[in-house]
């Protein structure tokens, strides 16, 4: 069975770093790219970031990119995302998700971000 | 980017009903949408990848069509358990963008 478990997500102050992971199982994990999708409260979803099958390719929109940062270690099949300069507008819960060619057919379940002072 | 608009914003239906959700694309995007459902609490689903392919294990009461500019989501003798917000996507350029959902509800 696929599972993916995020983990690190918490209450932090604009400005400063977190660093969440995502634990998968089921699956071998380096055949798959991988990615982040956030939902703000009530809100719908946001592609955060993808990374290649070796890490050596990724993908960021332009609202993230330059303070987020997309990892992997195929070793201990995890996934990462290092945030920098957090802003409020980054209160979201951040989905991890396996990439089925382009779609996603697999998301973890989720673990909240809270960005303030 | 391009932007991709659902509509209704929210449609209330009669168990029984068969329903239609639609996703526009700002520009052309051949059938690389894919279609997710969201319960309340709980993780997206793919339900439909590439505008019209089935997914293992969903119900066959949803189908999906269209290419270019415009899909259409089809959900057949809707049941209560399809209560859910209903998400396209594309992957045809990047950045990837998702459409605001359309929200299901049951009268």
């Known amino acids: 069975e696929v599972q993916l478990v995020e983990s690190g997500g918490g209450l932090v102050q604009p400005g400063r770093s977190l660093k969440l992971s995502c634990a998968a199982s089921g699956f071998t994990f380096s055949n798959y790219y991988m990615a982040w999708v956030r939902q703000a409260p009530k809100k719908g979803l946001e592609w955060v970031a993808t990374?290649?099958?070796?890490?050596?390719?990724?993908y960021y929109p332009d609202s993230v990119k330059g303070r987020f940062t997309i990892s992997r270690d195929n070793a201990k099949s995890s996934l990462y995302l290092q945030m920098n300069s957090l802003k409020s507008e980054d209160t979201a819960t951040y989905y991890c998700a396996r990439h089925l060619q382009l779609p996603f057919d697999y998301w973890g379940q989720g673990v909240m971000v809270t960005v303030s002072s | 980017d391009i932007v991709l608009t659902q509509s209704p914003t929210t449609l209330s239906v009669t168990p029984g009903e068969t329903v239609s959700l639609s996703c526009r694309a700002s520009h052309s995007i051949g059938t690389n949408l894919h279609w997710y459902q969201q319960k309340t609490n709980e993780s997206p689903r793919l339900l439909i990848k590439y505008a019209s392919q089935s997914i293992s294990g969903i119900p066959s009461r949803f189908s999906a069509s269209g290419s270019g500019t415009d899909f259409t989501l089809n959900i057949n003798n809707v049941e209560f358990d399809d209560v859910s917000s209903y998400f396209c996507q594309q992957t045809q350029s990047w950045p990837r963008t998702f459409g605001g959902g359309t929200k299901l509800e049951l009268k």
């Open positions: 990374i290649s099958t070796s890490g050596s390719r990724t």
